[in-house]
């Protein structure tokens, strides 16, 4: 069955970075377009970013683009989200998904997530 698995949340400062993982398994990882979506505590869920199956586009929400980037090793079947100059507002639990910006809430199969929390 699909199996998606993120790690690299943890406790960071305003301003700091961070890179989290997800390892993917139980569909053609390589033929898969995916996205990053976070929910912040108390709130719904929201789209991030995301990357083609081939890598050769990426999309990112307004409220990280020049901060995030997304990327992924076919290879090693892993999804990667590098965040740079973190802010408080990025405090969110992360969740890797199957799909692109209009497609992600199709997809039902999602892992634990990584919590995220940027302290001021």
């Known amino acids: 069955q699909v199996q998606l698995v993120e790690s690299g949340g943890g406790l960071v400062q305003s301003g700091g970075s961070l890179r989290l993982s997800c390892i993917a398994s139980?569909?053609?990882?390589?033929?898969?377009?995916m996205s990053w979506v976070r929910q912040p505590p108390g709130k719904g869920q929201e789209w991030v970013s995301d990357?083609?199956?081939?890598?050769?586009?990426?999309t990112y929400a307004d409220s990280v683009k020049g901060r995030f980037t997304i990327s992924r090793d076919n290879a090693k079947n892993r999804l990667y989200l590098e965040m740079n100059s973190l802010k408080a507002e990025d405090t969110a639990m992360y969740y890797c998904?199957?799909?692109?910006?209009?497609?992600?809430?199709?997809?039902?199969?999602w892992g634990p997530g990584t919590q995220v929390t940027v302290s001021t």
């Open positions: 998904v199957r799909g692109r910006e209009s497609t992600w809430r199709d997809y039902r199969d």
């Open positions: 139980g569909f053609t990882f390589s033929m898969s377009d």
């Open positions: 990357i083609s199956y081939g890598s050769i586009t990426t």
